[in-house]
Each structure stands twice: as C-alpha cells, then as structure tokens.
Nanobody, 128 residues
C-alpha cells in the first residue's frame, strides 16, 4: 500500500509562487507515473500535470503550461509541483496521485480513475 502526503499549500497573492511536495511512503513510487490534480469548490477534480517514472517526460494541462513544473526525486520518493505566476483561478485543493501499473499512456488519459493512490490534498488559495 502506498501513502501519499501533500504539503506546501497556503495563501499567496496573485503573481506569487508555491512549491507543492508529495511524499510517498509504504513502498517506492519510482516505478509509477505520478500526477497532480486539483479541485475547486463546486467543480470536478481536474488534471494538472503528470510525470513519467524516470522524470524524462512531463505533461501539463493548458491552463498551467509555462507557469508550472512537475518534477520528482526518486531517491527521496517525492514528487513536486512548482507553481509560478499564480492566478486566483488556481485556487483549489491540490492532490497528488500515483498510477500503479507503470503505464505512462494510462497516466496521460488525465482522468482521476486512471490513478490508483491519492493523497489527502493541500489547499492553495490565491488572492487577487
């Protein structure tokens, strides 16, 4: 069983930056593609970014492309999401997720059902 714990959220002014972290425990996630999702109040959970097992490949939803960077440190069993130039519309709970079959193609479906393990989320609030 994999446990994912997110941290790094908070309240930030528009234009600011945050670095979210997702620490995994229970087993190594180095063989899993990893993703970040977010959910704003009253909205469905949406895909933000994904990273392949080795970190060679990344993918972003259009709304964060150019402003965010997903990365991983497999030695630390941790995934990161650096978010810059934050906007009020980025306000949401951010969730880390693991795709446990090792399939990058499955991770790229960008659907929450393609991910098998989830963290509890960390809140990001961007004030205007």
């Amino acid at each position: 069983q994999v446990r994912l714990v997110e941290s790094g959220g908070g309240l930030v002014q528009a234009g600011g930056s945050l670095r979210l972290s997702c620490a995994a425990s229970g087993r190594t996630v180095s063989t899993y593609p990893m993703g970040w999702f977010r959910q704003a109040p009253g909205k469905e959970r949406e895909f933000v970014a994904a990273i392949s097992r080795s970190g060679t490949y990344t993918y972003y939803t259009d709304s964060v492309k150019g402003r965010s960077t997903i990365s991983r440190d497999n030695a630390k069993n941790t995934v990161y999401l650096q978010m810059n130039s934050l906007k009020p519309e980025d306000t949401a709970a951010y969730y880390c997720a693991a795709e446990s079959s090792g399939s990058w193609a499955r991770a790229l479906t960008r659907t929450s059902t393609s991910y098998d393990y989830w963290g509890q989320g960390t809140q990001v609030t961007v004030s205007s």
